[in-house]
């Protein structure tokens, strides 16, 4: 209780702070979509790079195969750190979005003439909407980084623990599978920051 007291108090105070530099809940929203955005675009590249590690691995053929192994894990602990910055994101929007809307629904009660109020209302429903449609395609894009993660970690730790060719040999079968994995993943990234750069637009929009 004294937690979720505090982190009230402490959200509060930022965005009082915030506003005494100009800007309000929908310039932070604008904000943070566009970091999220950007993190999906880091973990899409790291992605791609961690699935050339692997393919590197599985293609081994000569040299020094633990400075290989060490690249992968390299690349695979990249990878779970870019999808941690993706879930922070997205849990930033999540939030502001809660405390926009509250406040927006808020302001609305007050207002007294009924066809404005009404119209307010709709408004407020049609914003909802669209800003949660950016928030479901995130965290979809979000969800799909668990699987592709777990399988890299699966090749990471059999590798650590065998570390030879016939090891490599049975992961080999495992590649084509890694390599649709990672596209699927990166094409859902690319179709979430596409619905982030509509948002944007209609939130620049509306502020117009």
Avoid at 57 to 71: P, Q, R, S, W
Avoid at 76 to 94: F, G, N, P
Avoid at 150 to 156: A, L, T
Wanted: glycine share 4%.
């Amino acid at each position: 209780m004294f937690a979720a007291i505090a982190s009230s108090g402490c959200t509060r105070l930022f965005y009082a702070s915030m506003k005494k530099l100009g800007k309000d809940k929908r310039d932070i929203l604008v904000s943070r979509i566009l970091d999220a955005k950007k993190a999906q675009e880091e973990a899409s590249k790291q992605f791609a790079s961690a699935l050339e590690a692997f393919q590197a691995v599985t293609n081994f053929n000569g040299g020094d195969l633990e400075k290989a192994y060490n690249k992968l894990n390299g690349e695979y602990e990249s990878a779970q750190e870019r999808a941690k910055k993706v879930t922070e994101r997205v849990d930033a929007i999540d939030k502001v979005l809660k405390d926009l809307f509250k406040e927006w629904d808020g302001e609305i009660d007050k207002m007294s003439d009924g066809k404005l109020k009404n119209d307010s209302r709709a408004l407020l429903r049609d914003s909802e909407q669209r800003n949660r449609e950016l928030l479901r395609q995130m965290r979809a894009s979000e969800a799909k980084m668990k699987p592709v993660l777990s399988e890299f970690y699966d090749h990471v730790v059999f590798l650590k623990h065998n570390l030879n060719a016939q090891a490599i040999g049975s992961l080999k079968t495992q590649a084509t599978s890694s390599d649709g994995e990672v596209d699927s993943l990166i094409k859902e990234m690319e179709t979430s920051n596409q619905a982030a750069d509509r948002t944007i637009a209609g939130l620049n929009a509306d502020s117009e």
